[in-house]
C-alpha cells in the first residue's frame, strides 16, 4: 500500500509558473514508477507526464512537452511537476499515481498503468 499526498497547486497567472510536489508513504518508494495526471471539469482524466523507479526515464505529455518537468528525490520519496508558462488550458486537478513496474525504467502514459492516487491539488491559471 502506497499513500499519496500532492501539493504546491494554487492560483497563477497565465504564463507563471509552480511547482507541485507529491509525498509517498507506506512501501519503499523506490520500487514504483510515478506519474502525473490531469482532469479539467467535463474532460477525462489526461495523462501530463511519467517518470521510472530510477528517474532516468521521463515522458511527457505532447501538450506539455518543453513547459513541464518530471523529478523525483527517490531519498524523499518525492515526484515533482515543475510547470513553466501556465497558459489557462492547464487549469485541472492534478493527480500523482504510483505504478509497481518490472523493470527500472519503464513508465506507463496510462492510467491502468497505476495501482494508487492522491487526491489531487487544484491548479487554476488566470488569463
Not at 488550458?89 to 519503464?106: K, L, M, N
Request: aromatic letters at 12%; one cysteine or more.
Amino acid at each position: 500500500q502506497v499513500q499519496l499526498v500532492e501539493s504546491g497547486g494554487g492560483l497563477v497567472q497565465a504564463g507563471g509558473s509552480l511547482r507541485l510536489s507529491c509525498a509517498a508513504s507506506g512501501r519503499p518508494f523506490s520500487m514504483y514508477a510515478m506519474g502525473w495526471f490531469r482532469q479539467a471539469p467535463g474532460k477525462e482524466r489526461e495523462f501530463v507526464a511519467a517518470i521510472s523507479r530510477s528517474g532516468g526515464t521521463t515522458y511527457p505529455a505532447d501538450s506539455v512537452r518543453g513547459r513541464f518537468t518530471i523529478s523525483r528525490d527517490n531519498a524523499k520519496n518525492t515526484v515533482y511537476l515543475q510547470m513553466n508558462s501556465l497558459n489557462p488550458e492547464d487549469t485541472a486537478v492534478y493527480y500523482c499515481a504510483a505504478g509497481s513496474v518490472a523493470y527500472a525504467s519503464t513508465v506507463s502514459t496510462h492510467p491502468g498503468g497505476y495501482a494508487y492516487w492522491g487526491q489531487g491539488t487544484q491548479v487554476t491559471v488566470s488569463s
